[in-house]
């Protein structure tokens, strides 16, 4: 097994509860981290063989342009089309940050962690 991880992927988001977070939205950071056989890619050096990180990137860029009241929500959405999309992933382990959240304090981001295994 091996692991690929995308780091600090940033987007601007309108996730939240609140009405105005809808209409002015915010800064999100995801950090995913996926298990998958990377043993003949190592060997091939072919694309086909292994999990394409661009790929990666796009489901998560996609869904976080999906409206969600909860970092949850969206979370769970990135998670069912990765196992959805790249049989070959075994395990991810997703991490979805809200930047500068309006909660009335002087907090750098609150973040969910979410982690599954194919069934």
Known sequence: MGTIKLQNIRTYSY???LIEEGK????????????????????T???ADTVDY???NKIVVEEMAIRSKLLEHV???IITRC???IPSISRIKLAVSK???PIGGDVEAVTIEM???RN
């Open 15 to 17: 996730h939240g509860c």
């Open 24 to 43: 002015i939205g915010s800064d999100y950071r995801v950090d995913l981290e996926i298990k998958t056989d990377l043993r003949k890619s190592s060997q």
């Open 45 to 47: 050096d072919d694309l």
């Open 54 to 56: 661009v790929h990666l």
């Open 75 to 77: 979370a769970q959405r």
């Open 83 to 85: 196992f959805a999309e």
């Open 99 to 101: 930047l500068n959240p």
């Open 115 to 117: 982690e599954e295994f």
